[in-house]
């Protein structure tokens, strides 16, 4: 008996050593990661709500639940539980209730309400259709909300009756609308999101609008009477998809007025606390690729419309009201970093927090969330480049960190490290700002492969931030360097338009300036480079090949390789050759072919693999095919990985992320110098 019990301590605590033992990160991973978004802060401070993510190795899918803390950080518990998607979250007025989504019976999405006192559920939606952004009344009576409203398409094509028993095919496609697919969404079917009110008693919805047109999400005005919300009205809507207003409901008659008028995009309603005033963001459209996003308010009969953040030369999101109604709190994105600001009604701006981010898993965008209660108590997404995000609280005391919801995983997996770096670009002494990841345990003093990994876009930006893709590559033993070069957000008006008309051409100097940059710290192995990105970051990779020969081997990831056939097979057509170009295809035949890496493919020499999703109707897999037959014309060493059921977003789907990484690390080793 003694002798086993000296055995099975000698086991249990091998198996307890050898598992606290670092490693660098597994692609299967990947599962483990959790992420918290969508805090929502009760309207008196005391609770945050949030939505925890989670992923099923099993079943390959993206799981959420809702978890519910106490500010202080105390009693950090799940409201919801079970292998589905609990989400979106929303306070009543009085903080007694909160609506929630959730898919918990037979898989239909459905629109819940839940009692905090006795965390009793009840479904108040059986539609066909789920809802989709939803508000509280200001009595918390009843919800607003928009829900998609299918009309059916009549085919002029009317085929002969069949005999009976006789098995045809299915009936031809008639297709006449400009926008006909969507990335993520498939064949668009007909019909359009109207507006909705439902009792909290349940019921049927009550459908308030039933135009033609798609209507934006709903907020209440003070004496709940009226509805505010945004829309794209133009007869002409698909061929001009950035002119919205924001518009007046009357609940009682039905009636639509419009509060806006001016020619470019105007949206996301906000009613001040005293009920007298909106705040809305917008610009006036100068047809330019990348335009500021700015903060307006204005009376809710649509006068005295005021710009706020004229002088504040960021981008304003998630925007809302301060209890006091003398200014709002809003999100903003800078060098990289994202914050919660406040602009007063003057226009003055002040950084209230920092460090939010965490929302994109696979690359490192920025992404965040925030909240404000009615006592200045903020809930918020913290993220930084250790973490994926977590919930974060903030008052004019300070900020602290509430979760650490992958602590589990990164206790015993090594990561590799991040240093921001800045450089010159060669072709005009621009400042670009660029991020370094080395391997885990890195050694100065020793020689790393490298790769350059480029965002997409091109109009958004890299920042600070946690990305499951960057540290596979690192895991795997790279020096990878990410950076946001010209025309990336996050820099001003300026620095995003510098690619206006001109994409892709000078972001090539300014990528590699960063390269030169990277190498001059000594520890890269300058003969085993290699460069990938994905969408935007295709284009670049693809363009990169064009102009030079001193990378080892590349992946594009979902580019564009013919402007002139994306422009026609990409969802969206009427934006890209509108703002992108200027003029269409035919009408400027030799600047589409000028910046189509199609056009250098003669000057590739560089292993090429092509990756794209099936299923993508942004950078449709056509554009890949072309890039991939012209290199095999050309002698050029090639692959092509197809990744099947995914769209743009490849990363949507656990297993395609590690699909997609795998498939990179691949190409790489397979062309890597091994001393």
Known sequence: MKIFSKTLFLLLFTVSVTAQVSSNLELTDIFNMEYVSDPQISPDGTKIIYVRNFKDIMTDRNLSNLWMVNYDGSQNRPLTTGNQNDYYPRWSHDGKKIIFKSNQTDDKMKLYLMWMDTKEIAPLTNTPKAPGAVSWSNDDRYLAFTMFVPEAEESIVKLPAKPEGAKWNTPPTYIDKLNYRGDGQGYIKGGHDQIFTLSIDGGTPKQLTATSFDHGAPVWAKNDKTLYFSANFNPDEAFEPANSEVYALDIASAKVSALTSRYGPDGSPKVSPDGKMIAYTGNDDKLQGYQITNLYVMNTDGSNSKLLSGSFDRDIANAQWANDGKGLYFQYDTEGATKIGHITLDGKVTTIVEGLGGLSLGRPYNAGDFTVSNNSKFAYTLGNTEHPSDLGVADKKGANRLTFVNDDLFSFRDLGKTEEIWWESSYDQQKIQGWVVTPPNF??????????????????????????????????????????????????????????????????????????????????????????????????????????????????????????????????????????????????????????????????????????GEEDYRTPIAESEQFYTALKLEGVETAMVRIPGAGHGIANRPSNLIAKIASVLAWFEKYKDVE
């Open 443 to 612: 050694d100065p003093n020793k020689k790393y492969p490298f790769i350059l990994e480029i965002h997409g876009g091109p109009f958004t930006s890299y920042g600070s931030v946690y990305s499951a893709e960057i540290q596979a590559y690192a895991a795997a033993g790279y020096v990878v360097l990410y950076s946001n070069p010209r025309g990336s957000t996050s820099y001003g008006a300026e620095f995003g338009n510098l690619i206006h008309h001109d994409y892709p051409n000078h972001d090539y100097e300014d990528l590699m300036s960063g390269v030169d940059a990277v190498i001059e710290k000594g520890y890269v192995d300058t003969e085993n480079l290699f460069v990938t990105g994905g969408s935007g970051g295709g284009v670049l990779t693809a363009w990169i090949v064009g102009k030079t020969d001193r990378f080892k081997a590349a992946v594009v990831a979902k580019p564009v390789i013919n402007w002139t056939s994306f422009v026609l097979y990409a969802d969206g057509a009427a934006f890209f050759s509108k703002y992108w170009f200027g003029k269409k295809p035919w009408e400027d035949p030799e600047n589409y072919f000028r910046r189509s890496p199609l056009m250098y493919v003669a000057n590739v020499t560089t292993p090429t693999m092509l990756l794209t």
